[in-house]
């Protein structure tokens, strides 16, 4: 019907102006006009007969399916053309109409319209919205053909025309979004009665910028390049499309990445379908991001589920470090220990999806580096193989590096045997971890609940002895004399807190350190907040302070740290007190420069210092010494070992001759003088001895 009305009246145009009947115009009022899908309303058709045709089709409303809408003012002009029985030759048309939102659109071009329905319409469209293109549209009895050449159309204005034919929601995501850039290249469409058959595009758009209202999204300076060929069959459509992106930065939140000749992001991919059923299979992907970048598979898709993917097979084959970590991976790893590091390596990964779930997924590295920034964690030369199954047990995984470090302190070659679970993994045997002259052995690992927010690890092990020598120097602290060793049970992490509920017991100083009720919370965060107790047991005095340029103490050491907690490694809160205890048969001296020192960190006088005489003695014998120090934020509260007759409380009290005692006045101290106090007599030993110090 729709086809066929327009030569129909033509026919009668023509009929009227043979030899029966001469006429110089005509007017016909054709009212309304029906049809499946469609309708027109005040329809009205003029001929002007003579030497030159002119034919003049008015149309006030064209109701067009959704979501084209309703155009209105509709006029088609034909001026100076021929009109013969069987055919309507227009060298020279003008339409002209108006859309809601696309506004006012006109097209000029030429017009042959035959009785059959064969029309050739080439125009040169213009729309308020979007500027001038061409457009030729040819049409037959069954089939239709068209054609649009883009020549740097204005991209900003396909944003008001994807938003018309785009499904009409309250809050779309296109509202407030903007698009810019120009537009060149060449669509083809071609289809008959049955709608549209075949479907062609090569299509450029360069100074390309884009940005979503809601801020995921945008992009900018975007050199892309498309190409689509597509045809439908019984139903089905199947086609390629390929997509070269050269030039420009783009983000999708969480993740920016930036293109360049040199490495340009490229998608190709064969698809079939069927928009009715909503079923889409990509039967070949292959996608690239330079030379970091590989990804090959093939997907099916259901657009009518809520989890679009219902089966994948995508092989990463090529995957170069640092551009996949920094581009695509760093993104989503921001508040992890993951979030900082430097990268350089390869890996390799497998990953299937069945019915909408992931199956199964295999990850390989090779000669991995990763080195976190703030100096936390390091593993090198890191090769592995992990391998995942969500149903039936897969074959052991293992990960194997060449060194590394934790918090700066180096670890040697190991290897993992691992077992990879449906949300966890395992030790399949213990592993040994060199550390300095010592190791970590590790005799249970198990992590469960790792895919949800609250991971729960659980560890056993032991160190075997480590000289503090060389813990001391990797830390870059004072160099200690001794041993550290111990067992390690049931640490646990779980909450984001690693606690351990044995004890670590070190063996320094031919004495014991023993450490109990180990909390660490955060551990790799910002500020890691660790709490604990320790006490000290019958330390050696003189190797302890031969360590450093504090003076020589001989003696033995007693002595607790406990409440303690350190933020950021910093401390806050805790109850200390170090003393030599009054029982034991061991050699009791002090040297001069370890008075002074003494006597700066109190804050207090020596009794007999003044006395010129004690200047010729480098040591004195002495009953007891010691200090406390009950820390609250920044404030320490200092005491010794025993409160003073005149009083203060004494640090050293005196034994023998000549007899020296030191008496602290000072209770209160800002934690950052102690320090500063302790540091200068570990450095150097000179300190004054003025009480206001």
Known sequence: MRRLLLPVLILLAAGLSGPALALDGLRLGIGDIQGEGWSMEGVSLDLSLGQRDALDLQVERLRLPEPLGTLRQVRLHCQGGGLDNITLDCPQVRVMWRHPDLGQGTGTGRMTLRLDGRLDLDLTLTLESMGRFQVRLLQGPEQWQATMTLQNLPAEGLLPLIMTLSPSTQDSPLDGALLRGALSGRLRAAGGDDGLQHLSARVSWRSGAFAGADGMLAGEDLSVDLELEARQQAGRWQGRLDLAWTEGGGYVHPVYAEASREAPGRLGLSF??????????????????????????????????????????????????????????????????????????????????????????????????????????????????????????????????????????????????????????????????????????????????????????????????????????????????????????????????????????????????????????????????????????????????????????????????????????????????????????????????????????????????????????????????????????????????????????????????PRIQVVGFTRQVAWRDLVHRLVGAVQSGEFSTNADD
């Open 272 to 657: 079939r379908g069927a928009s009715e059923s909503g079923d889409l299979q990509v039967e070949q992907l292959d996608l690239t991001w330079g030379e970091a970048l590989q990804v090959v598979g093939r997907l099916r898709l259901d657009t009518r589920q809520a989890q679009p993917l219902r089966e994948a097979d995508l092989i990463l084959s090529r995957g170069r470090l640092p551009v996949l970590y920094e581009t695509f991976l760093q993104p989503f790893l921001y508040g992890t220990v993951l979030e900082d590091l430097e990268t350089l390596g390869l890996v390799s990964a497998l990953l299937q999806v069945r019915e909408g779930e992931l199956s199964r997924a295999v990850l390989t590295a090779v000669d991995v580096h990763l080195d976190d920034r703030l100096g936390r964690l390091g593993l090198y030369g890191m090769d592995g193989r992990f391998l995942w199954a969500a149903e039936e047990t897969p074959p052991a995984s293992s990960l194997g590096f060449l060194g590394g470090h934790v918090y700066g302190i180096p670890l040697g070659n190991a290897r993992l045997r691992l077992q990879l679970e449906q949300d966890g993994l395992r030790l399949l045997e213990p592993a040994r971890i060199p550390i300095l002259d010592g190791a970590l052995e590790v005799e249970t690992l198990k992590a469960q609940s790792l895919s949800g927010g609250d991971p729960v690890v659980v560890f056993d092990g032991r160190i075997t002895p480590i000289a503090m020598e060389l813990l001391a120097a990797a830390v870059d602290r004072p160099l200690f004399t001794g041993t550290l060793a111990g067992v390690i049970p049931q640490v646990r992490y779980q909450g984001g807190e690693l606690s351990v509920g044995g004890r670590l017991l070190i063996h320094a100083f031919d004495g014991l350190i023993m450490m109990r009720n180990l909390r660490l919370q955060d551990p790799f965060g910002v500020a890691p907040v660790l709490s604990g107790d320790m006490d000290i047991n019958h330390l050696d005095l003189a190797a302890l302070t031969g360590t450093f340029a504090f003076g020589r103490i001989e003696g033995r050491l007693q002595g607790h740290v406990h409440d303690l907690v350190l933020v950021n490694w910093e401390p806050v809160h805790f109850d200390a007190a170090l003393y030599t205890p009054l029982e034991g048969t061991f050699r009791r001296r002090i040297s001069q420069r370890a008075v002074d020192n003494l006597v700066s960190l109190g804050g207090g006088v020596g009794g007999v210092l003044g006395t010129g005489f004690l200047r010729f003695f480098e040591s004195f014998a002495y009953r007891q010494l010691g200090l406390s120090c009950r820390l609250r934020g920044d404030v320490c509260e200092m005491s010794g070992v025993a409160p003073a007759p005149t009083g203060g409380y004494f640090i050293v009290q005196g034994a023998g001759l």
